[in-house]
């Protein structure tokens, strides 16, 4: 549900899980969860995410449902506290939750006692996001690391930047990665980033100038703009971009080394210029193929804590 | 109607000064005696109340409550509130506008207070300061104060723009009402769900910014010295702008400010503002979800402050009753508020007399005395010789747990269910009529 609720050695063992389930046979792999069944409820639509929490399902040999705010009774009004007792009804043993409320997973833990997995809620946050990109992290930074501790990213420093303020990526991320050590730098102008998020949890800081963001970065995470969410901000996309976007040049100058991620949908020439999105430093598509496992070990997580078949 | 003696107790009446052991004599629906223990000469024939041990106090009031009615009866009706009234130890409450229809007319405001709502204790209807609670056009205050109104407001739809907002007070400081002003300006508040700040932030939900409520605040503060400097009080009345639920360190700074400027502006705080914070909202309780919400420690402690050093006139509950289902959803989505009128007493007995040291006189006056008086409720909020028969009877030392599943009201959105309260209130008697027996 949110990052905050993991101790360090559950986010361990859903690495070392994510790692097994990767290198496991397939078929092997499809015996773990057949006949179980899992529904996806997606009040918003999502490829990236969505694909991904599917494939992990389907790769473990459980049954999914997709129900999604196009193609029910969503549309007609049900509320979601119903929606989800008549999953349950059906047969449902877990529910991934893709919903434009943040908190609204507790919402439906609490009306329908499954487990529920948290693919996005509103601003709030997206956990398996988190997860996935600590796993390429790891995967550059500390090759082989699964068992991840307070000291495992001491002398990283991970900047975030961009619109920070609508974002549950960056939440997950700001929450997740100084309790491993990392120093999370947030970077934006005050519209997008308000300075009160240096208090939401230890190891936060706040830096507007990105250039000098990305002289300290290890790693640079690059946010959209989130057009949808801005409830009348105006903001003046050309000078955001001369203060903000990711293009080459800024790159090379200030942070020649640096690993690049964006946890997508991306925008070609808004925040990351697409010489970057494709360039050597990027690590955007591994981050999609992280995504993967990472969800296969969350899926056989929720289905075998609770369901008591461990 | 028949006589009631109530024998043996300790009689706490702040407006009249007593506070010691009398017996009071209940006639006709009012009091006709208060006297020394055993000293009684107009109790013959009386049915007997034993309040040995218990502590006899003016019924109390509360200026802010919802009853749901007309129009809402799913969240409460006016029997069922006033019912949580009478359990709470209330025998007046005003109910505000914000109903189905509003209460924008004599004929709404004469139906609230038909014996056929059923009703436990007095209902004082407050009236719509504008048609519909819009904001725009006025009503008639003369023909609202004729069929009962004893204040006006919108509440819940604060009244933003100047021109409107002055002309409510001159017209309502000319047929001698008070205006309340329920002080957010919703332009700083859209799609807002909490106090802003770290919490907000850390949720993911918009915030509400405290200046919201100050802001506006100090903006109505400075439309009544405008007012009293165009000369409205040479008419006999002065402009009284009473501001609802205040949660905010700067709003309270703000009334202090103006009554030393010698302005008749008061405010109420709910219980739920001097003892909650933001953190309460936790995993997105909507049990913390009211308008104003929960604020920061510091408001919080504001909030005491005020009332401990006098600058808050009264503890309103903000009784604001919905239903299961409504509250049963996405935080963004659920209704604001909380209902309160059975826990107010509990909670300032236990946190601000138990806790915080406060005369237990003076926290009774908060909860009558000083309630009535702001609104002008003659012969209410006091027991002395004359005055309705009013009561609440109460053991101050007995501690008590809240169980919502006990509660009279119809809604069970609470926060405070399975907290300790302490003073249980052991009988209700509203104009002569015992209406709760606990
Ligand atoms: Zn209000």
New binding site residues.
């Given amino acids: 549900m949110s990052v905050t609720t993991l101790t360090l050695d559950e986010v361990s063992h859903i690495l070392t899980r994510a790692s097994f389930l990767e290198a496991e046979d397939p078929l092997e792999r499809a015996k773990r969860l057949a006949k179980r069944k899992i529904a996806l409820l997606f009040y918003e639509s999502s490829t990236r995410t969505r694909t991904s929490f599917e494939l992990a399902a389907k790769g473990l040999g459980s049954d999914t449902t997709l129900v999604s705010s196009l193609s029910s009774s969503i549309e007609k009004g049900e509320t979601l506290k119903d929606t989800g007792l008549t999953l349950r009804a059906l047969g449902a043993e877990a529910i991934i939750l893709r919903h434009p409320n943040s908190g609204s997973p507790w919402l439906l833990e609490q009306e329908t006692r499954l487990p529920v997995l948290n693919a996005g809620d509103g601003m709030h946050e997206h956990p398996s996001q988190a997860l996935l990109d600590l796993r390429t992290m790891l995967n550059h930074l500390r090759p082989g690391v699964t068992q991840v501790g307070p000291e495992t990213l001491a002398g990283v420093t991970v900047t975030i930047v961009g619109d920070i303020l609508h974002s549950r990526v960056a939440r997950s991320n700001m929450l997740l990665l100084p309790r491993l050590g990392a120093r999370v730098i947030l970077c934006g102008p005050p519209p997008l980033l308000p300075d009160v998020a240096v208090d939401a949890g230890p190891g936060i800081e706040v830096e507007r100038d990105f250039e000098r963001a990305l002289a300290q970065s290890t790693v640079v995470m690059m946010l959209r703009i989130q057009a949808e969410r801005l409830a009348g901000l105006q903001l003046d996309l050309e000078e955001y971009k001369t203060a903000y976007q990711l293009n080459g040049e800024r790159l090379a100058k200030f942070a020649p080394t640096a690993l690049v991620l964006h946890p997508g949908p991306i925008i070609r020439g808004l925040e990351i210029t697409p010489e970057v999105a494709d360039g050597p430093q990027s690590l955007i598509l591994e981050q999609v193929h992280h995504g993967v496992a990472i969800r296969m070990a969350l899926v056989e997580r929720a289905l075998t804590q609770k369901g008591g078949q461990a | 109607m028949s006589t009631l003696l109530i024998r043996g107790g300790h009689l706490i009446d702040p407006a009249a000064g007593v506070d010691g052991l009398k017996d009071i004599v209940l006639k006709d629906g009012r009091v006709v005696e208060v006297a020394a223990p055993g000293k009684a000469k107009q109790a013959e024939g009386a049915e007997v109340i034993d309040a040995t041990g218990l502590t006899v106090a003016p019924g109390l009031v509360d200026i802010h409550v919802h009853l749901r009615e007309p129009g809402q009866g799913h969240k409460e009706t006016i029997a069922t509130g006033t019912a949580a009234a009478a359990a709470g130890g209330f025998t007046a409450v005003a109910a505000m506008p914000n109903t189905t229809p509003t209460n924008d007319s004599p004929e709404i405001t004469r139906w609230m207070q038909a014996p056929e709502r059923g009703s436990s204790v007095r209902v004082f209807p407050i009236g719509a300061a504008t048609r519909a609670l819009k904001g725009e056009v006025l009503n008639d205050y003369a023909a609202l104060k004729a069929a009962g109104v004893v204040a006006v407001t919108d ?2 739809h604060p009244i933003l723009k100047d021109n409107i907002m002055r002309e409510v007070l001159a017209q309502a400081t000319r047929n001698g009402l008070s205006v309340i002003q ?1 002080a957010e300006d919703t332009r700083m508040t859209q799609g807002a769900s909490m106090n802003a700040g770290a919490t907000a932030f850390r949720l993911g939900l918009r915030g509400m910014p405290p200046e919201a409520e100050y802001g506006l605040v100090e903006r109505d503060i400075r439309l009544v010295t405008e007012l009293v400097h165009a000369g409205a009080t040479k008419a006999g009345h002065q402009p009284h702008l009473h501001v ?2 205040t949660s905010t360190a700067q709003a309270v700074a703000a009334v202090r400010q103006a009554r030393r400027n010698g302005l008749r502006v008061t405010c109420e705080v709910a219980p739920h503002h001097f003892l909650l914070t933001e953190e309460h909202v936790g995993c997105y309780s909507t049990h913390a979800k009211m ?1 104003p919400p929960l604020r920061s420690a510091a408001d919080r402690d504001a909030m005491i402050q005020g009332i401990l050093d006098g600058v808050v006139d009264a503890i309103a509950t ?1 009784h604001a009753p919905h239903a299961a289902q409504e509250k049963e959803v996405e935080f963004e989505r659920a209704p604001n508020g909380i209902t309160g009128l059975e826990t107010a007493l509990g909670l300032s007995l236990r946190w601000l007399h138990h806790e915080w040291k406060m005369p237990l006189g003076r926290v009774l006056s908060l909860l009558s005395a000083q309630p009535a008086a702001l609104l002008n409720l003659k012969g209410r909020g006091t027991l002395a010789v004359g005055s309705f028969a009013d009561v609440v009877i109460f053991d101050p030392k007995q501690e008590w747990t809240y169980q919502v599943r006990d509660s009279k009201s119809k809604s069970r959105n609470t926060p405070f269910d399975g907290w300790t309260m302490q003073g249980k209130v052991k009988w209700t008697i509203s104009e002569g009529r015992v209406v709760y027996r606990g």
């Fill in positions: 509440d819940g329920h609802a639920h308008n903000d």
